[in-house]
């Protein structure tokens, strides 16, 4: 049965083959801008015959851009699953097809064949399926959505005007080649281009530019596909063939970290194309990636292409905005998942340094579903589809000196046409090795990868002691390959925790050499509740009958490109410096920097340090560092301090001496922190001479009680609730992951979530407020026994609490443990000393610094995409929270506490599925918390690790409570 053309499993019909992105002065003309567009319900439509009175009768619509962000139809998400039945190459009749069609004016003096001259009609990217006519003759079709396509139009272009129509179906035999975890969304979403080009033209290019290490040579060829000449001025070649091959000595050589670029011209009679030329070496050799002759570690990221207005339809502003976002993060590398991005991006990474693992367009994850029966990757029908794609992601970006590895694609399983796509990939381009992760034999690519491994298999890949492959010979290969985490680190809503040690195995094991965070960013698109409030959508909120819900945000910006504090973290753990040492008595102690980049010294930083006691500046000075190579450390005294009082820290920053492309002088690389002087001992003064003058029934000096629940109702003038044993907090998308898995699930089929309290007795004793309670949940005869000593210490209000857990608790975790309480809404200024200025956990904690810190509450949270447990500081020595006036209480630790402020509950945070569903009430809400369960990755990896857990165990916590007027000063405990 013949099949129509969006079904046919071959790549398509018509169009050139592929070659490079080029920048030529032939002329070019771009058909971007506003097009006029009819959505029609099926694929089962005529021949675009159209109206005459389609240039006012159809809508607008720009292009690049997808037609579901621009009014017509709905976006849909899924991560795994297809949206229609798996019925290769079928795809169901009710498919979306939308018809663009656009006039343009050819200029006058545009180049014609009269003249030798061809003319190509360039389509750099249209999801899913697309048939192009020009003037209203046909000139084929394509498959291959994030991959460009050229047909030539040079006999069909009329002197003056001429019309370009182009049908594009949202469902094609294409979209099974396209399951990657995305939106699905639909249209011309790329540039679309008119190219001219000359009789003998220089179509295609490949630049070979290797470097020899050992004597900074650089050898030079360029393949060209018409005879050419090659002029290099920076380096003294003027008109040379370019096939060379070249040597040239003293070249400097590109890295990520200092991306050196030689421009160059590629020249002939009737064009010039020009070329930015980075001189770099690969190599794998004992098992270890090497660039110029160094192993080098991935500090890397996957990003999907993704503005929240526009979906993947980006301008070259938003790409920047990327590339120098990750370079201000310490971010050294991208992989493309899971397609070849905008070339643009490509150009970025060269300019700026990026090291890049270019992925093909191909996924086919939704086979899962099905067992993988009739997988396209082994399936002899879609193979000639498998090598075009390939094919055009390598011909395509060839010419970077920024891509490491060839990318074969995405979780499609395994099969012979993967297979038959790396052969083709080492014939053609055998300087670089070839990347896939699905197939972990890893028999046809030359490096070992995989996702979401646990930190324990990590180590045992890093010892090569891992499980050995399906045959010996395949086992002994494998070892014999570098390892790549080509995703980890899951960054869905609060987290990744667990990437410090990650880092450490990184740097310990020279086999292990880094990974990419999944992902870059949120996918989240802008929405309003009825009453205006903006939110972010995901799956589900379009009405998809079948969706993956949230999924869709799991990375380390938030859609409108806001650093979140996971990507905060990352910076400062995979920061290239590493600041530490010791900071022993009598004038002990010194300082340690180490280097950590691959191939840079030190001599591009400035070093500045800062003494602060008790959160306040003190000193500060500048730091002299001696140069210090790549790969090694130094150290050094102490800068001289004065004697501190107080509880002091040294913090010493490096900081860019100069301005570079990505960042000004004076921007932050890396920053580390000494304690100098530990928190001076407090000596309890007890207030009153005995417990008779300080206890009234429910009443403690400034302090009254609920007689029946015991429960601090006032402090002095201040009213509050609680404080009162809180474990709950709103799971995270890591504590909600991993199925039936989940530490959610477990915590909500416990209680933990429903706990309610009983008072066994309140009451003076021994000079002090006692409080006894059990708190519980239903159904389970596990429980919590709480005492609650209430004391008076040096005009404080001083609560011990201890807390002993009743029943079988086994392995069950407890989300976390502390009190919660509240104080009237007015009381919204936050100042504290401890960790700050950003949230963190204990797996999440590497990013902040020991300091003070104030904010209003409003500005404690963080807006995750679906709202969730958020906003902890930790390790906090005392804390207030003022009203407008200075008036307010503050809390004091003995040594530390953690806290958060909400203008909502916990149970507002779990119930909210959208930020827009958070109202404030009328109070502040405060949880202060001996601990918490870690973060962990769960959402999709490991969860927290053993030493980051929250089991229940006897435990005690002290706090100091005392009213604050607007009078008063805030005192160093």
Same mark, same amino acid.
């Given at each position: 049965?013949?099949?129509?053309?969006?079904?046919?499993?071959?790549?398509?019909?018509?169009?050139?083959?592929?070659?490079?992105?080029?920048?030529?002065?032939?002329?070019? /003309?771009?058909?971007?801008?506003?097009?006029?567009?009819?959505?029609?319900?099926?694929?089962?439509?005529?021949?675009?015959?159209?109206?005459?009175?389609?240039?006012?009768?159809?809508?607008?619509?720009?292009?690049?851009?997808?037609?579901?962000?621009?009014?017509?139809?709905?976006?849909?998400?899924?991560?795994?699953?297809?949206?229609?039945?798996?019925?290769?190459?079928?795809?169901?009749?009710?498919?979306?097809?939308?018809?663009?069609?656009?006039?343009?004016?050819?200029?006058?003096?545009?180049?014609?064949?009269?003249?030798?001259?061809?003319?190509?009609?360039?389509?750099?990217?249209?999801?899913?399926?697309?048939?192009?006519?020009?003037?209203?003759?046909?000139?084929?079709?394509?498959?291959?959505?994030?991959?460009?396509?050229?047909?030539?139009?040079?006999? /069909?272009?009329?002197?003056?005007?001429?019309?370009?129509?182009?049908?594009?179906?949202?469902?094609?035999?294409?979209?099974?080649?396209?399951?990657?975890?995305?939106?699905?969304?639909?249209?011309?979403?790329?540039?679309?281009?008119?190219?001219?080009?000359?009789?003998?033209?220089?179509?295609?290019?490949?630049?070979?530019?290797?470097?020899?290490?050992?004597?900074?040579?650089?050898?030079?060829?360029?393949?060209?596909?018409?005879?050419?000449?090659?002029?290099?001025?920076?380096?003294?070649?003027?008109?040379?063939?370019?096939?060379?091959?070249?040597?040239?000595?003293?070249? &400097?050589?590109?890295?990520?970290?200092?991306?050196? /670029?030689?421009?160059?011209?590629?020249?002939?009679?009737?064009?010039?194309?020009?070329?930015?030329?980075?001189?770099?070496?690969?190599?794998?050799?004992?098992?270890?990636?090497?660039?110029?002759?160094?192993?080098?570690?991935?500090?890397?990221?996957?990003?999907?292409?993704?503005?929240?207005?526009?979906?993947?339809?980006?301008?070259?502003?938003?790409?920047?905005?990327?590339?120098?976002?990750?370079?201000?993060?310490?971010?050294?590398?991208?992989?493309?998942?899971?397609?070849?991005?905008?070339?643009?991006?490509?150009?970025?990474?060269?300019?700026?340094?990026?090291?890049?693992?270019?992925?093909?367009?191909?996924?086919?994850?939704?086979?899962?579903?099905?067992?993988?029966?009739?997988?396209?990757?082994?399936?002899?029908?879609?193979?000639?589809?498998?090598?075009?794609?390939?094919?055009?992601?390598?011909?395509?970006?060839?010419?970077?000196?920024?891509?490491?590895?060839?990318?074969?694609?995405?979780?499609?399983?395994?099969?012979?046409?993967?297979?038959?796509?790396?052969?083709?990939?080492?014939?053609?381009?055998?300087?670089?090795?070839?990347?896939?992760?699905?197939?972990?034999?890893?028999? @046809?690519?030359?490096? !070992?990868?995989?996702?979401?491994?646990?930190?324990?298999?990590?180590?045992?890949?890093?010892?090569? &002691?891992?499980?050995?492959?399906?045959?010996?010979?395949?086992?002994?290969?494998?070892?014999?390959?570098?390892?790549?985490?080509?995703?980890?680190?899951?960054?869905?809503?609060?987290?990744?925790?667990?990437?410090?040690?990650?880092?450490?195995?990184?740097?310990?094991?020279?086999?292990?050499?880094?990974?990419?965070?999944?992902?870059?960013?949120?996918?989240?698109?802008?929405?309003?509740?009825?009453?205006?409030?903006? @939110?972010?959508? !995901?799956?589900?909120?379009?009405?998809?009958?079948?969706?993956?819900?949230?999924?869709?945000?799991?990375?380390?910006?938030?859609?409108?490109?806001?650093?979140?504090?996971?990507?905060?973290?990352?910076?400062?753990?995979?920061?290239?410096?590493?600041?530490?040492?010791?900071?022993?008595?009598?004038?002990?102690?010194?300082?340690?920097?180490?280097?950590?980049?691959?191939?840079?010294?030190?001599?591009?930083?400035?070093?500045?340090?800062?003494?602060?006691?008790?959160?306040?500046?003190?000193?500060?000075?500048?730091?002299?560092?001696?140069?210090?190579?790549?790969?090694?450390?130094?150290?050094?005294?102490?800068?001289?301090?004065?004697?501190?009082?107080?509880?002091?820290?040294?913090?010493?920053?490096?900081?860019?001496?100069?301005?570079?492309?990505?960042?000004?002088?004076?921007?932050?690389?890396?920053?580390?922190?000494?304690?100098?002087?530990?928190?001076?001992?407090?000596?309890?003064?007890?207030?009153?001479?005995?417990?008779?003058?300080?206890?009234?029934?429910?009443?403690?000096?400034?302090?009254?009680?609920?007689?029946?629940?015991?429960?601090?109702?006032?402090?002095?003038?201040?009213?509050?609730?609680?404080?009162?044993?809180?474990?709950?907090?709103?799971?995270?998308?890591?504590?909600?992951?991993?199925?039936?898995?989940?530490?959610?699930?477990?915590?909500?089929?416990?209680?933990?979530?429903?706990?309610?309290?009983?008072?066994?007795?309140?009451?003076?004793?021994?000079?002090?407020?006692?409080?006894?309670?059990?708190?519980?949940?239903?159904?389970?005869?596990?429980?919590?026994?709480?005492?609650?000593?209430?004391?008076?210490?040096?005009?404080?209000?001083?609560?011990?609490?201890?807390?002993?857990?009743?029943?079988?608790?086994?392995?069950?975790?407890?989300?976390?443990?502390?009190?919660?309480?509240?104080?009237?809404?007015?009381?919204?200024?936050?100042?504290?000393?401890?960790?700050?200025?950003?949230?963190?956990?204990?797996?999440?904690?590497?990013?902040?610094?020991?300091?003070?810190?104030?904010?209003?509450?409003?500005?404690?949270?963080?807006?995750?995409?679906?709202?969730?447990?958020?906003?902890?500081?930790? &390790?906090?020595?005392?804390?207030?929270?003022?009203?407008?006036?200075?008036?307010?209480?503050?809390?004091?630790?003995?040594?530390?506490?953690?806290?958060?402020?909400?203008?909502?509950?916990?149970?507002?945070?779990?119930?909210?599925?959208?930020?827009?569903? /958070?109202?404030?009430?009328?109070?502040?809400?405060?949880?202060?918390?001996?601990?918490?369960?870690?973060?962990?990755?769960?959402?999709?990896?490991?969860?927290?690790?053993?030493?980051?857990?929250?089991?229940?165990?006897?435990?005690?916590?002290?706090?100091?409570?005392?009213?604050?007027?607007?009078?008063?000063?805030?005192?160093?405990?």
């Amino acid at each position: 049965m013949d099949l129509p053309y969006y079904e046919d499993p071959g790549p398509g019909l018509g169009f050139e083959p592929a070659r490079t992105a080029t920048r030529s002065n032939a002329p070019a /003309l771009s058909l971007n801008g506003t097009w006029r567009f009819q959505l029609r319900p099926t694929a089962a439509e005529p021949d675009p015959g159209f109206d005459a009175d389609w240039e006012r009768s159809w809508d607008e619509i720009p292009v690049p851009g997808h037609w579901q962000l621009n009014g017509h139809g709905s976006p849909a998400y899924t991560n795994v699953r297809y949206p229609f039945p798996v019925d290769p190459p079928h795809v169901p009749d009710e498919n979306p097809t939308g018809d663009y069609r656009r006039g343009f004016d050819l200029p006058a003096d545009w180049p014609g064949p009269d003249q030798g001259a061809r003319t190509l009609l360039r389509f750099d990217g249209v999801d899913s399926c697309f048939r192009v006519w020009l003037n209203g003759e046909p000139l084929g079709h394509a498959k291959g959505s994030r991959l460009a396509h050229e047909f030539e139009v040079g006999q /069909l272009l009329r002197p003056g005007r001429n019309t370009l129509a182009v049908r594009v179906n949202q469902w094609s035999s294409g979209s099974y080649l396209e399951d990657q975890d995305m939106w699905w969304l639909s249209g011309i979403f790329r540039d679309v281009t008119l190219l001219s080009r000359p009789e003998a033209a220089l179509d295609d290019h490949f630049v070979h530019a290797g470097y020899e290490h050992a004597t900074g040579t650089g050898v030079l060829s360029v393949e060209t596909s018409a005879p050419a000449t090659l002029s290099i001025p920076e380096l003294g070649l003027d008109r040379v063939d370019p096939a060379g091959p070249h040597r040239i000595p003293g070249v &400097e050589p590109w890295s990520a970290e200092q991306p050196r /670029l030689y421009d160059a011209v590629l020249s002939t009679p009737q064009e010039t194309v020009s070329l930015r030329i980075g001189f770099r070496s690969i190599a794998i050799e004992d098992g270890v990636l090497r660039v110029n002759g160094r192993r080098i570690l991935f500090r890397g990221v996957n990003r999907h292409e993704w503005h929240p207005e526009r979906g993947r339809a980006l301008d070259r502003a938003t790409m920047l905005q990327d590339v120098l976002l990750m370079k201000r993060h310490n971010i050294n590398a991208v992989r493309t998942s899971h397609y070849p991005p905008h070339p643009d991006f490509l150009d970025l990474c060269d300019e700026y340094g990026l090291w890049v693992i270019d992925e093909c367009d191909l996924e086919t994850h939704g086979f899962t579903e099905v067992g993988w029966r009739r997988n396209p990757t082994d399936d002899p029908m879609w193979h000639e589809a498998c090598l075009d794609r390939i094919e055009r992601t390598v011909e395509r970006d060839k010419n970077h000196p920024a891509i490491l590895l060839w990318s074969l694609g995405n979780e499609a399983g395994h099969g012979a046409n993967l297979e038959a796509m790396a052969a083709w990939c080492h014939h053609r381009d055998p300087e670089r090795p070839v990347h896939y992760e699905g197939d972990w034999d890893s028999s @046809y690519v030359d490096v !070992y990868s995989r996702m979401y491994a646990s930190h324990e298999e990590v180590l045992a890949i890093g010892r090569r &002691e891992e499980a050995p492959a399906s045959t010996p010979e395949r086992d002994a290969h494998r070892r014999t390959l570098p390892f790549i985490q080509c995703e980890y680190a899951h960054a869905m809503g609060n987290g990744p925790g667990g990437l410090t040690e990650y880092q450490e195995l990184f740097e310990r094991y020279e086999r292990l050499q880094g990974g990419f965070v999944w992902e870059w960013i949120d996918h989240g698109i802008p929405q309003r509740t009825p009453d205006g409030t903006p @939110y972010y959508a !995901y799956g589900g909120d379009f009405g998809e009958p079948l969706h993956d819900g949230n999924f869709i945000a799991d990375g380390l910006l938030f859609p409108d490109r806001t650093p979140s504090p996971g990507l905060v973290e990352f910076r400062k753990v995979v920061a290239p410096v590493r600041i530490g040492g010791t900071a022993a008595g009598g004038g002990g102690g010194g300082l340690r920097i180490d280097n950590l980049y691959d191939f840079r010294s030190l001599e591009h930083l400035a070093f500045d340090w800062t003494v602060e006691e008790e959160g306040v500046p003190v000193a500060r000075g500048t730091l002299t560092v001696p140069e210090v190579p790549a790969g090694t450390g130094v150290e050094l005294p102490l800068p001289k301090v004065p004697a501190a009082a107080g509880e002091s820290w040294l913090t010493v920053r490096a900081t860019l001496a100069e301005d570079q492309p990505w960042a000004p002088a004076g921007h932050e690389v890396a920053w580390g922190q000494l304690q100098l002087a530990e928190r001076p001992r407090r000596t309890p003064v007890p207030s009153g001479s005995d417990g008779s003058e300080r206890q009234d029934g429910a009443a403690l000096g400034p302090a009254r009680f609920d007689p029946a629940s015991g429960v601090l109702v006032r402090l002095g003038g201040l009213a509050v609730s609680g404080p009162r044993l809180d474990v709950w907090r709103a799971p995270t998308d890591n504590d909600l992951g991993g199925g039936e898995r989940s530490i959610a699930r477990a915590w909500r089929r416990a209680g933990l979530d429903r706990m309610r309290h009983r008072t066994v007795s309140a009451g003076p004793e021994d000079g002090a407020f006692v409080v006894r309670s059990r708190v519980a949940p239903a159904a389970t005869d596990l429980g919590l026994q709480a005492e609650y000593r209430w004391s008076l210490e040096d005009g404080r209000l001083r609560l011990d609490l201890s807390v002993v857990p009743e029943g079988e608790w086994d392995a069950l975790t407890l989300p976390r443990l502390g009190l919660r309480m509240a104080l009237p809404a007015a009381f919204d200024r936050a100042t504290w000393f401890g960790l700050g200025p950003g949230e963190s956990y204990r797996d999440t904690r590497q990013a902040v610094r020991v300091g003070r810190f104030a904010a209003p509450v409003a500005q404690l949270q963080t807006p995750y995409v679906m709202p969730q447990e958020n906003g902890n500081r930790s &390790e906090v020595r005392w804390a207030t929270f003022l009203d407008a006036d200075g008036s307010g209480l503050r809390v004091e630790g003995e040594p530390f506490f953690d806290f958060t402020a909400r203008p909502w509950t916990s149970e507002d945070l779990d119930a909210a599925r959208h930020t827009a569903d /958070l109202h404030p009430r009328d109070q502040v809400f405060l949880t202060l918390d001996q601990a918490h369960q870690g973060i962990g990755s769960g959402s999709c990896g490991p969860g927290a690790l053993p030493q980051h857990r929250l089991t229940a165990g006897a435990t005690t916590f002290t706090l100091l409570f005392s009213e604050v007027s607007a009078a008063s000063e805030v005192r160093p405990s």
